[in-house]
């Protein structure tokens, strides 16, 4: 089953990372400035994203990883933003590409982006 998607994100998913361990995330909580403090008042509504589709999940069978920033083109109660990429078309910089928002399916595309980078930093 894949997660539901949530107001500014895709839902809680299950990643194995390469140590092979299982990884929960990400939720999602806007803020207005950048802290990598872990909110533990968030942790039984993490539980209970996850166990919609891992209900065997225990309490305290999850420690806290890490916390992270996804920057975001549109905010609460905005409908959300497609990625944007501008060259030196849009700013006038020769050889500055910028690129904001890229999730996925951005990064499912990492390759085809790469090769419209390049072009656009070479024109």
């Known amino acids: ?31 207005e400035d950048v802290d990598y403090a872990f909110d533990a008042s968030r942790e039984a509504a993490f539980h209970r994203s996850i166990r919609r589709y891992f209900p065997g999940l225990g309490d305290g069978q999850l ?33 500055l590409v910028n690129l904001y928002g890229i999730e996925s399916p951005g990064l499912t595309a990492a390759l085809a982006l790469a090769e419209h980078v390049v072009a656009m930093a070479s024109a």
């Open 63 to 95: 420690q806290a990883g890490y916390t992270g920033v996804r920057p975001k083109l549109s905010g609460p109660d905005e409908p959300a933003a497609d990625f944007r990429i501008q060259g030196p078309a849009d700013h006038g910089v020769r050889g």
């Open 1 to 31: 089953m894949y997660p539901v998607p949530v107001p500014g994100g895709l839902g809680t998913h299950l990643t194995l990372d390469l140590a092979g361990q299982a990884r929960f995330g990400p939720d999602v909580q806007w803020i």
